[in-house]
């Protein structure tokens, strides 16, 4: 297995993951009332926005090139980092 696809296969998982988290952010949007309730959606349809555009790059990098996909990852992980940050700071914050 090469480097790309390892690489791809992680960040597939861990947006599997999140999607998971993503679930358990709405259920407990779902289960809040008032200004708790409106942040928690708020947070959720950011974190939608930022795993949607992360979802986009990766399939740029699947369909790329063995010589251009190295460019794209560096864009890919600053994309990643900030994704990630958003869940953890979601997570840290409702649960």
Do not use: H, P
Request: proline fraction near 0%; charged fraction near 50%; hydrophobic fraction near 30%.
């Amino acid at each position: 297995m090469s480097n790309r696809d390892k690489y791809i296969d992680k960040l597939t998982e861990k947006l599997k993951e999140w999607d998971a988290e993503l679930d358990k952010l709405e259920a407990k949007a779902d289960q809040s009332k008032g200004e708790v309730e409106d942040d928690i959606k708020k947070q959720i349809n950011e974190l939608k926005k930022k795993r949607k555009e992360v979802s986009k790059q990766l399939d740029s990098v699947k369909d790329a090139s063995d010589d251009a996909w190295e460019d794209l990852k560096d864009g890919l992980d600053e994309s990643w980092d900030a994704l990630s940050s958003a869940f953890e700071k979601a997570k840290s914050r409702f649960n």
